[in-house]
């Protein structure tokens, strides 16, 4: 399947039909290369991951969830290469396309899938979530995305990056076709959830942009009506940037137990800056991780202190919209780092997230994230839909 | 041009007719692709090198020193991703195949000119040498090398990594023609030489293997007769590790000042090894750097000593012949350490050195080297036609 946005892996061309009469009939996805599809190499979005791997005789659950429902896959999509990166440039297969910003990249790791549902390749797309890489394509290309509560959903078939902080997730572009494949994924019905309480993320809203935090005002206010005109500020204690640094001691020391093998054996040709992160990752210390997994007890104590039943928190899901793309390393690595800075949380405490659309900065799509209790997927997605509802 | 030996950069079809009447007339050569070819890029034995760069649009001072002379040019050779490796194998390009050891790496980093001239597919090519370059692939592919002074021949138009070890070298099956090429690059007659003085260096040849050191004792008496039945052993003092450890600092700092604007602005697609490589050489510490350049001072002024004029010093080119291919990383690291290890004094004291071919391990070819002061080359091209001679 060859198209002008780049989304789809080249050489992979596979169609499979869904389930007659199922709740998703009618809908077409697609499925980041990082999920096993029967009968085809899982890439990765490297040369190298497939070499010498038998290919899979079986989908992944996610995919085989979204067929069985009654969804057709139409292709596989371009990921960052084994998912490390949040950008979405890919060196072997190109960038994707950002339907939305031409000029900019479309976030990543899940870069393909978001730019096959922006352009209206597919209605829906698979991702993978670990340190943002469902939400930051979603909120770069004006998508819904999900990052579900982690270790609710099976992974089964799916290529691991940090196994304590993966997750599935998917994009829409509207939030009807949203709710429909959340609740087939969730396997639970989509209400209309109004929030009680709206607690407001002002930390986030701080870190991000002037620009971004204010074009997501009305998208916030329209979230206090929702939740009965409440409104509270809350600070993460301790920070942001702390929880951040527990992140991304984790989640690289994990990835680096993923892959060292991998890469010790096949020696593979990725990207200077992917390997330059792996090696850094193979010298984390372990007192800093200790102190890393300190910080994630804690951080999921007062999470859970905070997200009572009825509670959201908001904040901005990226802290800017897209950046140009081919920018130079050193030039990437301070927006790399505030931007997983912000989505740190997601893999340090497991809670569900919803990124929505419908804010941009100077015509650049940038999205305002719902995080609930862990659990509390389908009533964000339904704090989403009547959110649209209220417009 | 295809080839079965996979010693060719695929792509670049290239053949410049040498100038008749020249003293290499009738001679081929191929040049390593890190040397320009006016109308071709120099692709570095990488994808991401030659991308944004201009062709070139003057051959570079070797290629053209050797149309000049005669020889006529017949392709550009894959070498290891630019210059980074000793072992041989590219994974864009595959791995040039060592006729001499078909299962075994070439050796590197000129590991497509070695093949070449093995193969015989040209007479000569032209290498790189900054760590063992020309000298490891020589030893494992069974021909003649040469690494000269450092600083005699002209860089222009090469591609370099470390200026300060940095040389251009060449390969040849016969010593005849290793002469005539000699002649013409290094601009001065071969005559046939008798060192005074044949020096052992007992400790290198303690650090090969003892099969390598044994099969290598029946070139060191035909030397030890050359040079007027002399013979004494050295040890290097402080001992080939220490200086191993001053050039392996010096080294991939330099290589790190060299490439590190490309891999900022290009993020290059490179094996993980060699990204693995540059990222820790970007770690260097400025005191570790200032020690190793007090110890190449003190290794310049005891090579100056040892190397009075008509000594020779003699030790094994490599600790054993071609490891073999396909090995994962974690393997290979103690292996090129101690070729590494072996080779340094080239780049720390700049002295030639010439490897010549004639010792087997089990079939499989092992270099001899012969060092000479500063300035010495054509004297140890003559010695390895001397030494030919008395078979």
Known sequence: ????????????????????????????FAAKDLFDVAGHPTGGGTLDWARGRPIPTRHAWAVQTLLDAGATLIGKTITDEVSLGILGENPH??????????????GGSSSGSAAAVAAALCDTALGTDTGGSVRVPASFCGL???????????????????????????????????????SAMLGEAIVDAKPSRLVVAVDAFGFADQETATALQPLVKRLAQLAGDTREDVL???????????????????????FRDWVDRANPRVAFGVARGLAASSMIAESERGWADLMRREARARMAHLLAPGTIVCLPTTPFPAPPKGQSLSALNPVRDRILCLCAHGGLTGVPQVTVPGATVDGLPVGLSIIGARGADAMLVGVARALEDMR
Chains 1, 2 share one sequence.
């Open 236 to 258: 993460a204690p301790p920070g942001l940037s702390v929880w951040g640094r527990a992140q991304r001691t984790l989640q690289p020391w994990e990835a680096w137990i993923t």
């Open 93 to 106: 297969y190109g960038t994707p396309l950002n339907p939305r910003a031409p000029d900019r990249v479309p």
């Open 1 to 28: 399947m060859t198209d002008d946005i780049n989304a789809f892996v080249p050489g992979i061309d596979v169609r499979i039909e869904g389930r007659a009469g199922g709740p998703l009939s009618g809908l077409t």
């Open 144 to 182: 819904y995305g999900i990052r579900p509560t982690h270790g609710r959903l099976p992974l089964d078939g799916m290529l691991p990056q940090a196994p304590s902080s993966d997750t599935t997730g998917w994009f829409a572009r509207d939030v009807a076709t949203f709710a429909r494949v959340s």
